[in-house]
Structures are given as C-alpha cells and as structure tokens.
C-alpha cells in the first residue's frame, strides 16, 4: 500500500472520537484517499489485485448502492470493522493467492483475548460475531466474483456447517465437501 494512503473504513482516532453520532461517525469511516482510489482501478483488473482493494471496493458498493436501497448503517459499521481486522491482518495479499489458511489464522486471532484499542478490556470474538464475520467476508468475495465482476475466483469458497455432532465448527471447501458426500453416497 502506497505510503500515507488509508484504507477506506479507517479513520484516525480523533476524527472517530469527535464524530459524536453514526452518521458523522460513518462519515469518518469513509475516508477517501485519492492516491488509494486512482491505483484501485489498476488493483482491481484481476485477482492479482490486493485483498484490501476488493473488500474495500465491497464497502464502498453497501454504502453507495441505489437498487437495492444502501445497507443500514449500524451494519455497514459492523462490517467494515469485520472487514477492516482482515484487511489489517491480509490486506497487502494478493487476492489470488488468499488460501483457506489466511481465514483461519484470522479467525483464531480474533477469537483470543486482546486489549480493545480504546478502551483497554480484554475482548475476544464470541460465536455469533464470528458467523457475521465468515457472512460478511463470504459475502464480499462473491458479491467481488460475481456483480462485482472484480476477480475470476472466489477465494472463500468454502462450505460452513451449521453444526457439528461433536458441537465443534469447522470450514471447508466446498470441493471437499462435495468430495465427502459423494464418497458417502457410494
């Protein structure tokens, strides 16, 4: 990422802390960089762009959407601080070459025990948040492959199981599961 560019979603913490209600606080979140924005059209010609530009391409469509109507903002806050962790871990990957691994390793930071950056508790991602999360990433990834038309593969394509019959959760491609099942079937 270019040097003094930002990503879109982020923002500095005093323009966050003086943004006293969503909309102001929204408006703060969507920072326009134009250096970031006159090299995504170049980031965004394949899958060899970086993940950042794709999901912050994804963010910008929620927000800016006529049909149908933009997302409410409480959940395009929620999203773009899910998205924003993963571009803060990934975000410099090329899309291309995002595996199943870069989710995980993600996932697993997200569900440990950290400081919150303002307040200083001790947070960690329950089960809930962690389903919005696998939601809003699976979901920019095929909005990105498919109306989006900004990469040729869906880099998460994976299969989540809404449960397990030993209660643990676990993801996989969605070749392996059709590969299970149909060996099953035999």
């Known amino acids: 990422m270019p040097r003094g560019a930002r990503y879109v979603g982020?923002?500095?913490?005093?323009?966050l802390a003086q943004a006293r209600c969503l909309p102001h606080r929204l408006a703060a979140l969507f920072v326009r960089n134009e250096e970031i924005f006159?090299?995504?059209?170049d980031g965004l010609a394949g899958d060899r762009g970086p993940v950042w530009a794709v999901l912050n391409a994804r963010l910008q469509y929620l927000k800016t959407r006529?049909?149908?109507?933009?997302?409410a903002p409480s959940t395009?806050?929620?999203?773009?601080?899910?998205i924003n962790s993963f571009i803060a871990m990934h975000g410099d990957v090329a899309v291309r070459d995002l595996t199943d691994s870069h989710f995980q390793r993600w996932l697993h930071a997200m569900k440990q025990e950290r400081p919150h950056p303002k307040t200083g508790k001790k947070v960690k991602w329950g089960r809930s948040t962690v389903r919005l999360a696998i939601k809003a990433l699976r979901g920019a990834f095929k909005w990105a492959r498919g109306p989006g038309k900004l990469v040729s593969v869906n880099p998460l394509d994976i299969h989540v199981p809404s449960s397990d019959s030993l209660g643990v959760r676990v993801a996989m491609l969605n070749a392996e599961y059709n590969a299970m099942v149909g060996f099953a079937r035999r």
Not at 10 to 15: H, N, P, R, Y
Request: proline share 9%; charged share 25%.
């Open 38 to 41: 006159g090299r995504t059209a």
């Open 10 to 15: 982020s923002a500095s913490a005093e323009s």
């Open 66 to 71: 006529v049909e149908p109507e933009p997302v």
């Open 76 to 82: 395009l806050e929620m999203r773009a601080y899910v």
